[in-house]
């Protein structure tokens, strides 16, 4: 089994888990009742997307 020859430094080992960070997800703003949404997903407030209803709203 290979086992390295040399301690990884700090500096490589930060250097390669630089890309690793979290990114939130994106929002964007329901155009019917002004609720933040996920881009191209139902609104979960209102049920509507691209202005037509497609799950009846828990109100």
Known sequence: MAV???????????????????????????????????PHRVCASCGTYKGREIVAADE
């Open 4 to 38: 390295p020859k040399k301690k990884t430094s700090k500096s490589k080992r930060d250097t390669r888990r630089a890309h690793d960070a979290l990114t939130a997800p994106g929002s964007s703003l329901c155009p019917q009742c002004k609720q933040p949404k996920q």
